[in-house]
């Protein structure tokens, strides 16, 4: 059983920049593709960026590109998500997600690929 924790959400302001955290335990983490998604206030969660196995790839919504960065460190069973320019529109609990079944090269991006979540952390931004 795999357990995903968040970390590194918070209030900042508009151009602002947060580091998250998410911190894997009890599986081999180096065999998960791993994503982050958000959910937004009264809204859908939805996809945000992912990072393959080995890292040697990754893939983010329109809304992230150039703003964002995902990258991990399977040594320490973790990823992160850069979140840099940050809007408003960002408002929302962040989610990691890891998919076991994914092959070496792939990101998921979908929801339904993925099988483990963690609790999720808020981030606030004010205009």
């Known amino acids: 059983q795999v357990q995903l924790v968040e970390s590194g959400g918070g209030l900042v302001q508009a151009g602002g920049s947060l580091l998250l955290s998410c911190a894997a335990s009890g599986g081999a983490f180096s065999f998960y593709a791993v994503g982050w998604f958000r959910q937004p206030p009264g809204k859908e969660r939805e996809f945000v960026a992912a990072?393959?196995?080995?890292?040697?790839?990754?893939d983010y919504a329109d809304s992230a590109k150039d703003r964002f960065t995902i990258s991990r460190e399977n040594g320490k069973s973790t990823v992160t998500l850069r979140l840099n320019s940050l809007k408003p529109e960002d408002t929302a609990v962040y989610y990691c997600a890891a998919d076991p079944r994914s092959a070496t090269w792939v990101t998921p991006s979908r929801i339904q690929e993925y099988f483990y979540w963690g609790r999720g952390t808020q981030v606030t931004v004010s205009s």
């Open positions: 990072i393959s196995r080995s890292g040697g790839n990754t």
